[in-house]
């Protein structure tokens, strides 16, 4: 099993930046995908963005442009760099990783952001 740790959410005046991290341990060998999904109140969790094994990454076009995502895959660790925050960014963040194509995702267990405008 995969456990994921979560870090660096928090207060930001809009227009600012963040960075996530989560930090994967366990069956943590190759992991296929490591992401960040987030999801705020009576709107169902979205994809924020996903990077493969092998380094393809993907985005919500609303955070095209604006987010960066990365993984270290020595340290098992994504990253989600946030930045030009708005108050419509707010939500809880969530990590998910995939140890296959086909496996289930883990889920962390969010990391709340909150913007201020």
């Known amino acids: 099993q995969v456990q994921l740790v979560e870090s660096g959410g928090g207060l930001v005046q809009s227009g600012g930046s963040l960075r996530l991290s989560c930090a994967a341990s366990?069956?943590?060998?190759?992991?296929?995908?490591m992401g960040w999904f987030r999801q705020a109140p009576g709107i169902p969790r979205e994809l924020v963005a996903i990077?493969?094994?092998?380094?393809?990454?993907t985005y919500s076009d609303s955070v095209k442009g604006r987010f960066t995502i990365s993984r270290d895959n020595a340290k098992n660790t994504v990253y989600l760099v946030m930045s030009s925050l708005t108050p419509e960014d707010t939500a809880v963040y969530y990590c998910?990783?995939?140890?296959?194509?086909?496996?289930?995702?883990?889920w962390g267990q969010g990391t709340q952001v909150t913007v201020s405008s």
């Open positions: 998910s990783v995939r140890s296959s194509a086909t496996a289930r995702p883990t």
């Open positions: 366990g069956s943590v060998s190759g992991l296929f995908t």
């Open positions: 990077m493969t094994l092998g380094g393809t990454t």
